[in-house]
């Protein structure tokens, strides 16, 4: 296996965090060693040798590195906040169409928890605008996972049985499978946050959680970030992960009351303190 250190050399190279790794290391550590195995590369040192001119390889790397840890419905508080607030306000001030992007989206579990509560909206009548939804993230596995949208039971434990009922149906003993429904309309995108640029703009509402400000070092945040705040429309709501806050510097962003992890973009100042 690999050791701590030379796993860390490896985030390093990548610019990537060892506190954001520290306590999901065992997973990608398996995976890296996994690679080199398969590859023929007998240390660590080497690996980072040929990943200097083996484009193919530094991407295997970079691949081994993910994490797709998620749930349906992560963080409750921040669901209800959203269904109850957040989506019934965007909906009175954003026109005939509500545009929403899930950045570093893994496996989906947020793409379809969110399309369950629009679809729900849609229901009750509370909403009457189309929903532009784009799900993107760097690991083209991880979409293709998620446009199959069959998962475990564990990624349900947050989901209420009527929601289980409603949106799910069985797939074998331990897997169960989103319905249709919650497929359709949805725009998949191989797309890397820390590097390129936002796939469209005039966001509504971007979710940020868990992947940027968790993974990555501070020179890598600092442009990501900027780049997904500058899509964002005015007035329009970031959200981040429970245990993230944007990167050092001033930003056209108000922490929301109702949830300390919800942002809602201003109008940036000169003087913005």
């Given at each position: 296996?690999?050791?701590?250190?030379?796993?860390q050399?490896?985030?390093?190279?990548?610019?990537?965090?060892?506190?954001?790794?520290?306590?999901?290391?065992?997973?990608?550590?398996?995976?890296?060693?996994?690679?080199m195995?398969?590859?023929g590369?007998?240390?660590?040192?080497?690996?980072?040798?040929?990943?200097?001119?083996?484009?193919?390889?530094?991407?295997?790397v970079?691949?081994?590195?993910?994490?797709?840890?998620s749930?349906?419905?992560?963080?409750?508080?921040l669901?209800?906040?959203l269904?109850?607030?957040v989506?019934?306000?965007?909906?009175?001030?954003?026109?005939n169409?509500?545009?929403?992007?899930?950045?570093?989206?893994?496996?989906?579990?947020?793409?379809?928890?969110?399309?369950?509560?629009?679809?729900?909206?849609?229901?009750?009548?509370?909403?009457?605008?189309?929903?532009?939804?784009?799900?993107?993230?760097?690991?083209?596995?991880?979409?293709e996972a998620?446009?199959?949208?069959?998962?475990?039971?564990?990624?349900?434990?947050?989901v209420?049985a009527?929601?289980?009922?409603?949106?799910?149906?069985?797939r074998?003993?331990?897997?169960?499978?989103?319905?249709d429904?919650?497929k359709?309309?949805i725009?998949?995108?191989?797309?890397?946050?820390?590097?390129?640029?936002?796939?469209?703009?005039?966001?509504?509402?971007?979710?940020?959680?868990?992947?940027?400000?968790?993974?990555?070092?501070?020179?890598?945040?600092?442009?990501?970030?900027?780049?997904?705040?500058?899509?964002?429309?005015?007035?329009g709501?970031l959200?981040?992960g429970r245990?993230?806050?944007?990167?050092?510097?001033?930003?056209?962003l108000?922490?929301?009351?109702?949830?300390?992890?919800?942002?809602?973009?201003?109008?940036?100042?000169?003087?913005?303190?």
């Amino acid at each position: 296996m690999i050791h701590d250190a030379d796993f860390q050399r490896v985030l390093q190279a990548f610019g990537l965090l060892w506190r954001g790794y520290r306590k999901v290391r065992k997973g990608a550590k398996r995976r890296l060693y996994a690679l080199m195995q398969a590859r023929g590369v007998a240390s660590v040192s080497d690996l980072l040798e040929r990943c200097l001119w083996d484009g193919a390889l530094s991407e295997d790397v970079r691949r081994a590195l993910a994490v797709s840890i998620s749930r349906f419905f992560r963080d409750q508080e921040l669901w209800h906040v959203l269904e109850t607030h957040v989506l019934p306000g965007i909906v009175g001030w954003s026109g005939n169409t509500v545009r929403v992007w899930s950045a570093g989206c893994a496996r989906g579990e947020e793409v379809y928890s969110l399309k369950m509560l629009w679809h729900e909206q849609v229901a009750l009548g509370v909403v009457r605008a189309k929903l532009e939804l784009w799900a993107t993230d760097f690991h083209c596995r991880f979409l293709e996972a998620a446009q199959r949208g069959v998962y475990q039971r564990s990624s349900l434990n947050e989901v209420s049985a009527e929601r289980q009922a409603a949106w799910f149906h069985e797939r074998g003993v331990e897997c169960v499978a989103v319905c249709d429904g919650l497929k359709e309309g949805i725009l998949w995108r191989c797309h890397d946050v820390s590097v390129d640029a936002p796939p469209a703009r005039g966001f509504h509402l971007v979710f940020l959680r868990n992947n940027l400000l968790t993974y990555y070092a501070p020179a890598v945040q600092q442009k990501a970030f900027a780049a997904v705040v500058d899509s964002l429309e005015e007035g329009g709501f970031l959200v981040l992960g429970r245990r993230e806050k944007p990167p050092m510097g001033l930003w056209p962003l108000i922490s929301c009351a109702a949830d300390s992890h919800l942002f809602r973009k201003v109008p940036f100042l000169s003087d913005f303190s």
